[in-house]
């Protein structure tokens, strides 16, 4: 399994049509590409597009500029072999060391997978040495 920790931006924005669209074409604008993004509603009107760049410093930068509010924090990014248990065996060691996720997305392609995990960021420290010592 290769790790990598990674740098996320929460966006918050309005439940609207275009929306990610409107995000992706100002990525496209600036030439910025990113390793993944997620939108949802979050209810009451409200979503959050969720980016993790390849670059982090410019996007950070892009989102100052173009006056975006925005939270940032890290995750990891998980990739290995796509077979039967290995996103199974490494969430279990992750919860016999006591550290709650928040999230995780993962997909299986070609015989790779390719999961991100997210935990309170003062168990980021513990996750990666967990995820480390794999």
């Given at each position: 399994?290769d790790i ?8 918050p924005t ?7 669209a409107r995000?992706s074409?100002?990525m496209?604008?600036h030439?910025l590409?990113l390793?993944?993004?997620w ?8 979503a959050e ?6 670059d982090a410093a410019?996007f ?8 975006w509010?925005?939270r ?5 990014h998980?990739?290995?072999e796509d ?6 065996d490494?969430?279990d060691r992750?919860a ?11 997909m ?16 980021v ?10």
């Amino acid at each position: 399994m290769d790790i990598a920790r990674k740098t996320f931006f929460v966006i918050p924005t309005e439940d609207r049509p275009g929306q990610l669209a409107r995000f992706s074409k100002q990525m496209s604008d600036h030439d910025l590409n990113l390793a993944a993004v997620w939108s949802f509603g979050t209810g009451r009107g409200n979503a959050e597009i969720v980016a993790i760049p390849w670059d982090a410093a410019v996007f950070r930068k892009l989102g100052r500029e173009a006056g975006w509010v925005f939270r940032e924090g890290s995750c990891f990014h998980l990739t290995g072999e796509d077979r039967a248990g290995a996103l199974a065996d490494t969430l279990d060691r992750i919860a016999q060391e006591g550290i709650n996720l928040h999230a995780v997305d993962a997909m299986g392609f070609e015989g790779r997978y390719s999961a991100y995990v997210w935990c309170d960021e003062k168990d980021v420290e513990k996750l990666r040495m967990v995820l480390k010592g794999w």
